[in-house]
């Protein structure tokens, strides 16, 4: 199994910035792809981004494209999300996933953090 691990969220005001953190952990042997994912209540989860680790390569949602940047680490295990521009719409609870690549993560991923909450205020 691997453990994902998120940290970096908070409260922050429109047009500012927040960075994410992901530590995965465990069994992490063929993991190579990470990213995240966002909810609201009532919503389903959606699609935020993901990096495949060992080749660098991303995805983005049309929605966070131009505002996010995600970056890993791939010695560490560890995913990055930098937030920018943020608006009260990017309010949700965070994801981190994993998986054995990009694509997969960014299809259906194989392992889930417990979310951290991010609040944008107008």
Known sequence: QVQLAESGGGLVQAGGSLRLSCAASGR????????????????????????????????????????????????KNTVYLQMNSLKPDDTAVYFCAAGSARVSVKVAPDFWGQGTLVTVAS
């Open 28 to 75: 992490t042997f063929g993991m190579n792809g990470m990213g995240w994912y966002r909810q609201t209540p009532g919503k389903e989860r959606e699609f935020v981004a993901a990096i495949s680790l060992s080749g660098g390569s991303t995805s983005y949602s049309d929605s966070v494209k131009g505002r996010f940047i995600i970056s890993g680490d791939n010695a």
